[in-house]
T-cell receptor, first 116, second 114 residues
Framework: GAVVSQHPSRVICKSGTSVKIECRSL??????MFWYRQFPKQSLMLMAT?????????EQGVEKDKFLINHASLTLSTLTVTSAHPEDSSFYIC????????????FGPGTRLTVT | AQSVAQPEDQVNVAEGNPLTVKCTYS??????LFWYVQYPNRGLQFLLK????DNLVKGSYGFEAEFNKSQTSFHLKKPSALVSDSALYFC????????????WGAGTKLIIKP
């Protein structure tokens, strides 16, 4: 149980284009989803927290107009990187938390974004 | 400021020996504590958590962790290391007043040599 999927696993796009990453909770309803960014050999950096049906809460320094997050249902959240630049190249990871007394977050396998 | 420290960037252990990956935290109140493992180019997998109760918690793959309130530590341990345990390990803490957000340690690379 508690499986989170991400799609795509890898994506290469050109500068100036937009890329959408999907995060799905497969066997539970995710009341809260988190989006992280991870640089090589570094820890996770929380980008934003989203609750189903409401606007995402972005961490300081994260541009909400560049990283659009939509949590349209209890099993799906999307992150759209708009007008991508090479510096946006990174490993993006989502996680989800279920309802009730669930303490831990369950993580997707990550998406490797390369902007050329 | 609240923080989580993993003092060792890398830990090297021979296969079959016990291993310890250290974690200390500076968070107000009584936080929830977690360990996650990350294999190359993969997302994170939950290993174990401490919420309340017995200070020694057991998790996946034979790992366990001991919560020490006075030392504000939550070290990850395993009695006998396997080569397949080689990975990146993250300690994370959730303050009780947070919106389920985690404060992450920098990660410790664990290398188990045959």
């Amino acid at each position: 149980g508690a499986v989170v999927s991400q799609h795509p696993s890898r994506v290469i796009c050109k500068s100036g284009t937009s890329v959408k990453i999907e995060c799905r909770s497969l066997d539970f309803q995710a009341t809260t989803m988190f989006w992280y960014r991870q640089f090589p050999k570094q820890s996770l950096m929380l980008m934003a927290t989203s609750n189903e049906g409401s606007k995402a809460t972005y961490e300081q320094g994260v541009e909400k107009d560049k990283f659009l997050i939509n949590h349209a249902s209890l099993t799906l959240s999307t992150l759209t990187v708009t007008s991508a630049h090479p510096e946006d190249s990174s490993f993006y990871i989502c996680s989800a938390r279920g309802a009730g007394g669930t303490y831990e977050q369950y993580f997707g396998p990550g998406t490797r974004l390369t902007v050329t | 400021a609240q923080s989580v420290a993993q003092p060792e960037d890398q830990v090297n252990v021979a296969e079959g020996n016990p291993l310890t990956v250290k974690c200390t935290y500076s968070v107000s109140g009584n936080p929830y504590l977690f360990w996650y493992v990350q294999y190359p180019n993969r997302g994170l997998q939950f290993l174990l958590k401490y919420i309340t109760g017995d200070n020694l918690v057991k998790g996946s793959y034979g790992f366990e962790a001991e919560f020490n309130k006075s030392q504000t530590s939550f070290h990850l341990k395993k009695p006998s290391a396997l080569v397949s345990d080689s990975a990146l390990y993250f300690c994370a803490v959730r303050p009780m007043d947070s919106n389920y957000q985690l404060i992450w340690g920098a990660g410790t690379k664990l290398i188990i040599k045959p």
